[in-house]
């Protein structure tokens, strides 16, 4: 007869030890991505404003400062993802480029864009990256 009262004894152990705490995940917003201090923000459409239209044959040949605001005009070859925005592949026919679309247009394949950004120097596979703040 004294034997019911060992799970509900159990039960109240269990109990006794639960995380009070708050365990829900904060709410997902928006968080602010800015270049440090003195270097141009790929994010700040003013910034790229003044960039010079460049070739992708300057971007491939690093003839082109990293840092430096550049234009450059192609078609959409290849839709892609680099894990923090959405990006593609840029040609011109014979050369490509790598495109981190930090403006977040939608561009689908075949489209032909001019891109304004900043030159981040090599991606993998030794394709020029361009981070972009506008497309048109």
């Known amino acids: 007869m004294r034997k019911w009262w060992i799970p509900a004894a159990i039960a109240l152990l269990l109990t006794a030890c639960g995380n009070p705490e708050d365990t829900s995940l904060p709410e997902e ?10 270097e141009l923000d790929p994010t700040d459409p003013e910034e790229v404003d003044e960039a010079e239209s460049v070739t992708f044959s300057a971007l491939v040949n690093e003839e082109i400062e990293v840092g430096e605001p550049v234009t450059l005009s192609g078609t959409v070859q290849e839709l892609t993802d680099d894990n923090a925005f959405p990006a593609f592949i840029l040609t011109d026919g014979e050369q490509e480029v790598f495109i981190r679309n930090m403006a977040e247009t939608p561009v689908d394949v075949n489209d032909s864009v001019t891109v304004h950004g900043i030159y981040e120097g090599l991606a993998e596979e030794s394709m020029p990256l361009v981070s972009v703040s506008a497309i048109e």
């Open 29 to 38: 917003g928006e968080t602010e991505v800015s270049a440090p201090e003195g």
